[in-house]
C-alpha cells in the first residue's frame, strides 16, 4: 500500500525549486501501549487538570497559557497573542549550504522524514538526488512549520531524499557535563579490545537481523491474558560481576569468540546425516 503524505513543502535549490511531500518513515502500530482503567469497571480513565490553590477541576475554558520568568510568577498570553507569536508556516524549505554526512554529529539527529517528489517534481528531484549521492554530500536547511522553524538535513539514500530534523546548538548538551574519570589504557589492552572489535566488524548495517525481543515477550505475554492464562514473571539474570582484570576479560572475550567460530565452522563442514525415516513409516513397513 502507498504511504500517504503528512505534509508537503517545496526545496529551493538554488533557482531550482523542487515541490516535495513528506512521509513518516515509522510504523506507529509497533509500539505497545497500556491505557489506564478503573479497577472496579474496568473502564477508560480520562484525564483531568485540578487547581491545586483551589482545589476544583479546572474546565478547558477557564485554562490560559502562561510562561514562568521567575519561580512561581507567570506571565499570561491569549490565544491571540499566542498565534502572533508562532512562526508562520512556510511550504519553503531552503538550503543554505553543503557539507559532509560525517560533519553532522548524529547527537543532533532528531525525527527523520522521507520526502517524494509530488507531480511534475520528478526530473528536478532525481537530480538533487543523484549530486548529494555523487557529492557524498548533505543539505542544510530551514524549514517552517506548526509554529516552529526547523533546521533539518537532507541526505540521499538508495532510492531518494530523507529530511532529517536537527536539534539547534542550545539544544543539545555538551559531553562536558558529563562526569568521566581519567583513565590510563595499556598498549596490551588497546591491543586486545582492536582485536576483538574487529572479530565482531561488519561492513554493512542490517537493522532486518535485529528484533525487540521485550516487545516480542510482552505481546506472548499479552496474548496469554487475553486467553485467559496467567502470565509468569521470566527468570532473572544473574548479575554480571564488575570487571577487576581488563586484561583477563579481554583475553576471554577473545576465547570465547574464538569457540563461537569454531563450533560455527564444524557445523558447516560436518556431514549431513541421512534423515530418520518417520515412526509411522517404519510401522507400516513391518507389517508389509
Known sequence: ??????????????LVNIPVKLYTT???QSGISFNLLHKTCKSR???????PKDEVVVDRGDMVKGYEFAKGQYVTFT??????????ASEAIEITEFLPLSAVDPVYYEKAYYLGPDKGADKAYGLLTQALRET???AVATYAARGKQYLVLIRAVEKGLVMQQLRY????????EVPIGEARVKEGELKLAKELIERGATDAFHPDQYRDEVKDRVQAQIQKKVEGEEITAPPAEAPRAQVIDLMEALKASLAGGAKKGQRR???ETAPEKPAAKPAAKR??????
Open 265 to 267: 565452522a564444524a557445523a
Open 79 to 88: 490565544e491571540e497573542e499566542l498565534e502572533q507569536l508562532e512562526q508562520q
Open 26 to 28: 515509522g510504523q506507529p
Open 283 to 288: 510401522a507400516r513397513g513391518g507389517r508389509r
Open 45 to 51: 480513565l480520562r484525564q483531568q487538570y485540578v487547581c
Open 1 to 14: 500500500m502507498a504511504a500517504r503524505a503528512i505534509g508537503s513543502g517545496t526545496v529551493t535549490f538554488g
Open 169 to 176: 546548538a542550545d539544544e543539545v548538551k555538551s559531553i562536558d
Open 136 to 138: 557524498d554530500r548533505a
